[in-house]
């Protein structure tokens, strides 16, 4: 090792503008295709989305885990029914689209109409059946923490389920604009991944608040 | 192999600039003046500003840490009463994690990143401005507690049930909690900026193992943020709907469990020191190589250490609770996981002790820095392995023994490298020189008063001092390290305080620098300097890890007539569009066009900035008003950018 007090290190010789590559060069042969930068973008979104809502299922076994009876404070456990119907009405509501994307793939715009269409139904219904529920809730958000987690975890998903139909509204929209065809319909495959991925962690949710609950 | 034609594209004498630039130029300039300023998605621009924002804010915290040194250096002294000597030490932490450290390195990151994988812009160049916008927001909220006299004193990790809504009943640890939260949005945004960038916009060629090191580095920063963040969000939005709606979550009186908020925390907590870390380790092992005129040793070790480093981090977490009575086993398996770290660490501190021994080193201002680094940093690993091991941990605990650990690894071996970066990069991003004769007295300044800081923090620690206390008795023994702890953080603040000066006085009138001052070996330094507006005119391509160290010298690509190709040549930087790559060789997929500048991304950071001052003062309208501002603002942006790139 040398020290050199002052003086920059020498840039190595080298030409003062770059060569040129051919079409030839091997780095450049074309690859068309791919995943879509946008599709990426609400991938990670929804990978930190699901992080999210795993802290939120993991405070919820937390607080149960240190809690002496379960719910906490004399609150009967959540009815199983009703919201297991919904449930299947939620998850049936991710069929459709990836019949539509299939669909629009082809350049079949009615089917991917249709497709949004029983969606946006199939959510809507889960959401109205969600305030419904809410209505008949026995507790309030300040209760207990029970309760409190409670509102806040189904809650959350509550609003994704919003924000997805909302955004699907959008897509619709779009569609109805006949701005989507078989080459320009990113918009619908990354709804459909939003979509896909508000119904799987409802599979967490259910799991966990509802169904876990009457296992002792 | 003729696929490189050696015919080189005209040289012509400076100051004459040829058709092709002016019309580069109309394709990329922002708007003159304010405007442009307030639009702008140039991801240098952005990158910049986060950096200046960032070290204002480097320098508060500086000074609020003079303020409890001063506090601190006698015994009974009562310079600051309690109450504010524990505001100052909230928000010198607060703000060197969250507001200076994470964002100066994104900042490094939004310059730096698209440069070295040779690429015109970020992926999502609007929701770029929309992190900085945020950032500035979050700042300012946070700040402004300030102005209304209830500044956050509960430390900077505001643990329950001392921040809950029955012990702290002003609006203090609100600005604290909703600020986190805040300031969230803005880190992920960035990470998911980074991490789609880096896979699809590197320039072709540039397969897995020729991304440069810095790179990586702040791909693993990036990845960690997507899997930490969302746990603080968690642990500061739960305790603000504990605040704000009234809920019980972190109550021990309805069932909460104060211990989740911890685990929260922490669970963030312990990957936001590598968050901080690792970029910094990028930058040292893009200077250590140019200074040593000599490739990176251990590419691949270094590459894996860094995601080694960024797995493990996530199972360590306990370790800042060993004094809270978790179970023998779970503590023993955190404590283990702890020491694990040491070995990636040791991995890449011999691949840097390796590469220097391999060249010839040249201690230049960079150089220096991150000379002071490797020594400083020996020193906090080996505290750490030390605090790391559990009946240690539980002696030393809230002892200055940690204050002095913690000051080795984030202010050692985490600021030095941001000020080696500061003086390497600096050329390329003004354009001008720092003067190094200024740089090497504040190195000098900076590297010898550290060790009067915060080396007597170990002795206080291991004598008993506790942290966090406003002032003590005299005669415990601790009367004289502490005064020679605040003389010696007098001295280093002034030691930053000449590079600061440094900085000021070369932004106008430094020396104008070369494109290349240092030799270097990634892309960044094969355009001029400051880095011209669409960075590249022609994208290189890249077949090797260190492209501007090939025999010679650098290759570009001329443009194609199809979809894939149309981008890569100077018509492409002409239609303000950048190429996209595939695959783990980079080979050209497609044509990404760039979005121009915009207002709305600040008018949805605005409206955020609104709901967080109407949840602040529990005002229902006022979080309406910003919620449907930012809500309409957002749709228009998208709907605009898909008209934009029609």
Redesign the interface.
Known sequence: ????????????E?????????????????????VP?GW??LA??V???A??F???L??WF??RA??DSWP??GIAPPELGRISVFTVVLLASSLPLVWGEAAIRRGRVRGLRVALALSFLLGAAFLANQVVDYRDLTFG?????????F??TTGLHGMHVAVGLAVSL?VQAKVAAGRIDADHHLSVRVFSLYWHFVDVVWIAVFSSLYLSTHVR | M??????????RPEGEPRAEEERLAAAWEDPPGLIGFFTTVDHKRIGVRYIVTAFVLFALAGLMALGMRAQLARPDEHLVGPQAYNELFTMHGTIMIFLFNTPVLAGFGNYLLPLMLGTRDM??PR?NAFSYWIFLGASTFMLSSALVGQVPATGWFAYVPLTGPQFATDRAVDFWGLGVVFIGIST?AG???F??TA??LRA??MALHRIPLFVWSILAMALMV??A???V??AAG?LE??RL???????PQ????VL?YQ??FW?WGHPEVYILFLPAVGMVSSIIP??S?ERHAGYLWVVTAFLAIAFISFGVWVHHMFATGVPAQAAGLFSAASLVIALPSGVLYFCWIAT??LG?????VPMLFCAGFLGIFLAGGITGVMVAVLPFDVQVTDSYFIVAHFHYVLNGAVVFPIFAAVYHWFPKMIGRELS?RLGRWSFWIMVISFQFTFFPMHVLGLLGMPRRIYTYEGGLGWDTLNLVVSIGGAVFGLGVLLTLVNVAWSWRRGAPAPA????GDTLEW?VASPTPEWNFA?I????DVSP??VE???????G?E????RS?GVEGAEARTTP?T??L??????T?PIPGPTWLPLCVAAGIFVVAFGALYRSIPVLVVGAAAGIAAL?WWLWRTEEDLR
């Open positions: 090792m040398s020290v050199a007090a002052n003086a920059l290190p020498e840039a190595p080298r030409p003062v503008a770059p060569r040129v590559a051919g079409p030839d060069h091997p780095a450049l042969v074309p690859a068309p295709g791919g930068i990426w973008g990670w979104l990978a930190t989305e992080t999210l795993g802290g939120l993991s405070a937390f607080t240190a809690a906490e404070g958000i300040r209760d207990n923490a029970y309760a409190s987690l509102y806040v959008a | 003729t696929a490189v034609e050696e015919v080189r594209p005209d040289v992926a999502f929701l992920t990470a998911i900026n991490l789609v896979q699809k072709p060629g997507v899997f963040v969302p746990a969000t968690l739960l709907l504990d709606a009234g809920m019980a979550i972190f109550d309805l069932g909460g469990q989740l685990h929260l669970f140019i200074a005129r220097m021994l010839r080193v040249r201690f230049t190094a290349d001052p240092w030799g094969s022609a290189p391509v890249v077949d501007l160290w010679g010298g650098p290759v570009v690509a001329a194609g199809d979809e894939a190709t890569l996209i595939r695959g060789e980079a080979r050209p997929a497609g990404m749709v």
